[in-house]
């Protein structure tokens, strides 16, 4: 009696939920220890000598008796899934259970012993995290599709800043096409040498124009990120000439750089021509003051030596040391970056510029779709010059070779070739 005393001592103090039922008497009940009873919210003097068909729903019961046959089947433990039980207050108790066949060698029954760890209170939990993930990822793609809303309104002014401009270099092979029809309209002379000659510069000029307008119907499409491996060099080519009439009317001279054999980059080319316009229409209203208008847009290919623990972590993808990048870098000789405006650059709507002429968007929406394209943009002023530089760090296309960071010799470093489009 007093062994039989500590056993029940013992099962009534363990923090699971202990019973076991008889197999050869309808599976009725022979334990219930005070944590099953805790569980349930039944008493051991309710449950024992009753079966599941007496205290539990008539589908609980089932699922119950279907796993103690298994069990005794098997004849070994056995790992229940998540079980679902209903209490007498209508409160629902999920339960982690194992079950085991035991042979009381005394009586000779046959035992099926079940030990459940209440896990209700985890499953609340998990369901919480669930919902709040869920919650999450909602907010989170209403904040993607935010940005790309707020992309395409920046990218809608940039198109009416560039609308006049656009429009004054279509008209000039207008021009051109009418002077061309106006010439043959009087007739067409097999022997006039001047013919081919008009017609090739009518060609040349509708296809001019159709590069023009098709490079701004480009620009303003609106679709979600598309990036793809692209030569640097034909963004450049259509941003200068989306930006020809601008730069001329300012009377800016511009400057290209590239280092030979440049490693393409990811770009969806539409966004980040953005990124450039918004860059140089921001240099040209720089330099509004300045007697020199020099705007120098230079770009090398470079393995990162050292990068700062942090840098990066706003971006999708972080920079670590050896990486090979495509250092681009926009050059003004303008007034500069006035201190106090150092920290507020890309914040929204902080500008520098007059009312009327910028929201503020540019700068935060410029670093926002380089940060989509896995790089950063910085911006800083010149060291012993006056005027800024913008340098836009980008992730070159895998696979494309390492670059030296140091060249074995002078004849390897491969200088620039230098491109003057003076006057734009």
């Known amino acids: 009696m007093e ?100 042979h009381d060698k005394e009586t000779g029954r046959l035992l099926v012993v079940g030990i459940s760890e209440d896990i209700t209170e985890q499953v609340k939990s998990r369901e919480q995290l669930e919902q709040l993930n869920r919650h999450l990822l909602a907010t989170n793609k209403e904040l993607q599709e935010t940005q790309m809303q707020l992309i395409q309104a920046e990218k809608l002014e940039s198109i009416g800043r560039l609308a006049a401009g656009v429009a004054h270099e279509v008209k000039n092979p207008l021009a051109l096409l009418l002077l061309g029809v106006d010439y043959l309209s009087h007739g067409v002379d097999p022997d006039d040498a001047n013919v081919d000659t008009i017609l090739q510069q009518m060609r040349g000029a509708v296809d001019r124009a159709d590069r023009i307008v098709r490079g701004l119907v480009d620009f303003s499409s609106q679709r979600a990120l598309s990036r793809e491996a692209t030569e640097l060099s034909r963004v450049l080519d259509e941003v200068l000439l989306l930006t020809k009439h601008e730069l001329t009317r300012s009377n800016t001279q511009v400057t290209v750089k590239i280092e030979d054999d440049l490693p393409m980059v990811f770009l969806d080319m539409s966004k980040f021509e953005q990124v450039l316009i918004n860059l140089i229409i921001n240099a040209v209203h720089a330099m509004a003051d300045a007697s020199a208008r020099q705007l120098t847009i230079r770009a090398r290919a470079e393995s990162l030596e050292d990068v700062a623990k942090n840098e990066g972590a706003r971006t999708r993808e972080v920079f670590r040391r050896g990486d090979r990048v495509v250092i681009l870098e926009i050059i003004d000789t303008g007034c500069g970056i006035a201190p106090s405006d150092t920290g507020r650059l890309f914040d929204p709507f902080f500008t520098t510029k007059a009312t009327g002429l910028g929201t503020g968007l540019g700068l935060s929406v410029a670093r926002r779709i380089v940060e989509l394209h896995g790089g950063q943009l910085t911006l800083r002023n010149r060291a012993r010059q006056r005027g800024a530089i913008a340098r836009l760090t980008l992730p070159t296309k895998p696979g494309t070779g390492k670059v030296r960071t140091k060249p074995n010799s002078a004849e390897e470093l491969k200088m620039p070739k230098e491109i003057d489009t003076s006057g734009a």
């Open 3 to 102: 062994e039989h005393s500590i056993v029940e001592s013992v099962l009534d103090n363990l923090p699971v939920a202990v019973f076991a039922k008889d197999s050869t008497s309808s599976f009725r009940f022979v334990l219930w220890n005070k944590k099953q009873e805790e569980v349930t919210t039944i008493r051991a003097t309710k449950a024992l000598g009753r079966n599941d068909y007496d205290l539990f729903a008539q589908e609980s019961a089932d699922y119950f008796r279907s796993v103690d046959e298994a069990v005794i089947k098997r004849g070994k433990l056995m790992k229940v899934p998540e079980e679902i039980i209903e209490t007498e207050n209508g409160r629902e108790v999920h339960l982690r259970t194992v079950k085991i066949p035991v």
